[in-house]
Antibody, heavy 121, light 106 residues
């Protein structure tokens, strides 16, 4: 059973860079897409982007200018960096495994427990 | 961008009730529609993918149907652990989620 665990600072100052890492255990990170999804308190889910284990990335058009994802297969980890954060980026951030069928962009079958990131001075 | 809507936004039901949640997309997405259940403080849990395929381990009281722009999630007999918020998600293009439907106790 694959398990995902997010880690990173819970507090980020406005205008600075949010950095999170997702560690995958119980299985290999290879040959899958991996995603980041966030959820502001009391609100819905927002897809941030995905990365394949060869480093190929796709980002949400609304966040693309501020987001970078990377993967380290030797550590079974992938990461998210989001720059120029504001209070609007305060949310629970989830990492998730992506499974695809046909030509679609995939669904999320395994999730981390989520980590709250607060943007505040 | 493909916009997803869900109805109702919330509903009240009793244990044993049949519950139906509708999800609509702003353009045809074939069967690229997935459903999740989320309880407070927890990560979403995949219930159904490809509109109607039950994820392994999910009880058979959950079912999904639809294609194109209109989709339905049905819980045939609501159980206490089913009180939660349900989200649809399209995977035809950049993934997008519906706003959610909260199912609470009548």
């Amino acid at each position: 059973q694959v398990q995902l665990q997010e880690s990173g600072p819970g507090l980020v100052r406005p205008s600075e860079t949010l950095s999170l890492t997702c560690t995958v255990s119980g299985g290999s990170i290879s040959s899958y897409y991996w995603s980041w999804i966030r959820q502001p308190a009391g609100k819905g889910l927002e897809w941030i982007g995905r990365i394949y284990t060869n480093g190929d990335t796709n980002y949400s058009p609304s966040l693309k200018s501020r987001v970078t994802m990377s993967v380290d297969t030797s550590k079974n980890q992938f990461s998210l960096k989001m720059n120029s954060v504001t209070a609007a980026d305060t949310a629970v951030y989830y990492c998730a495994r992506v499974l695809t069928y046909s030509y679609g962009w995939g669904y999320f079958d395994e999730w981390g427990q989520g980590t709250l990131v607060t943007v505040s001075s | 961008d493909i916009q997803m809507t869900q109805s109702p936004s919330s509903l009240s039901a009793s244990v044993g009730d049949r519950v139906t949640i509708t999800c609509r997309s702003s353009q045809s997405i074939s069967n690229y529609l997935n459903w999740y259940q989320q309880t407070p403080g927890k990560a979403p849990k995949l219930l159904i993918y490809a509109a109607s395929t039950l994820q392994s381990g999910v009880p058979s009281r959950f079912s999904g149907s639809g294609s194109g722009t209109d989709f339905t999630l049905t819980i045939s007999s609501l159980q206490p652990e089913d009180f939660a918020t349900y989200y649809c998600q399209q995977s035809h293009s950049h993934p997008g989620f519906g706003p959610g439907t909260k199912v609470d106790m009548k």
